[in-house]
T-cell receptor, first 111, second 110 residues
Framework: GESVGLHLPTLSVQEGDNSIINCAYS??????FIWYKQESGKGPQFIID?????DKRQGQRVTVLLNKTVKHLSLQIAATQPGDSAVYFC??????????FGQGTRLTINP | NAGVTQTPKFQVLKTGQSMTLQCAQD?????MSWYRQDPGMGLRLIHY???????DQGEVPNGYNVSRSTTEDFPLRLLSAAPSQTSVYFC?????????FGSGTRLTVV
């Protein structure tokens, strides 16, 4: 079936290091992907998105890479800070604005 | 600009009770949706609406009803609450991409 999944449920990094969060998807027809950050007790917050006709997109300290050959999506966070601690979700847009979410990766920052 | 506002933030229901979770957005977004989030899981789509008067089912619609009489409001109704509906509920809206989520309603059914 169609699904969006993440490789690891947890990720710990040292403050100042770069973080890479991965996501695999199975629907090759998907044309739009989004990364969300969810802090404890809050709703998901939009980080960055990418369309399927792109391989890479950069934002402030974040980069999303899309590899359509292997159906893989990654979120790179540069110079990770304590405020980056959260659960990160990838989501795939499927027709009529519907989003399908992965299970999430909890990012923990070590001082 | 308040974005997406959900009320209440917390609710405890007894099995069989009914209630309505409110969602309002002030961004004039056509598309609105409801998700539930269970522990250790991603968000699952319950119902969505592409505009006033139009609603459709998502991934897990059973036990929930919605209506969309105005662009701003998209309430979610539980007709007869069940313990399996204990979850955190999120409402979201978008004009095309860059979805905005509310802060959630934590519902416990006992």
């Amino acid at each position: 079936g169609e699904s969006v999944g993440l490789h690891l449920p947890t990720l710990s990094v040292q403050e100042g290091d770069n973080s890479i969060i991965n996501c695999a998807y199975s629907n090759s027809a998907s044309d739009y992907f989004i990364w969300y950050k969810q802090e404890s007790g809050k709703g998901p917050q939009f980080i960055i998105d990418i369309r399927s006709n792109m391989d890479k997109r950069q934002g402030q300290r974040v980069t999303v890479l899309l590899n359509k050959t292997v159906k893989h999506l990654s979120l790179q966070i540069a110079a990770t800070q304590p405020g980056d601690s959260a659960v990160y979700f990838c989501a795939e847009k499927k027709g009529a604005q519907k989003l399908v979410f992965g299970q999430g990766t909890r990012l923990t920052i070590n001082p | 600009n308040a974005g997406v506002t959900q009320t209440p933030k917390f609710q405890v229901l007894k099995t069989g009770q009914s209630m309505t979770l409110q969602c309002a957005q002030d961004m004039n977004h056509e598309y609105m949706s409801w998700y539930r989030q269970d522990p250790g899981m991603g968000l699952r789509l319950i119902h969505y609406s592409v505009g006033a008067g139009i609603t459709d089912q998502g991934e897990v619609p059973n036990g929930y009803n919605v209506s969309r009489s105005t662009t701003e409001d998209f309430p979610l109704r539980l007709l007869s609450a069940a313990p399996s509906q204990t979850s955190v509920y999120f409402c979201a809206s978008t004009s095309g991409h860059g979805y905005t989520f509310g802060s959630g309603t934590r519902l416990t059914v006992v």
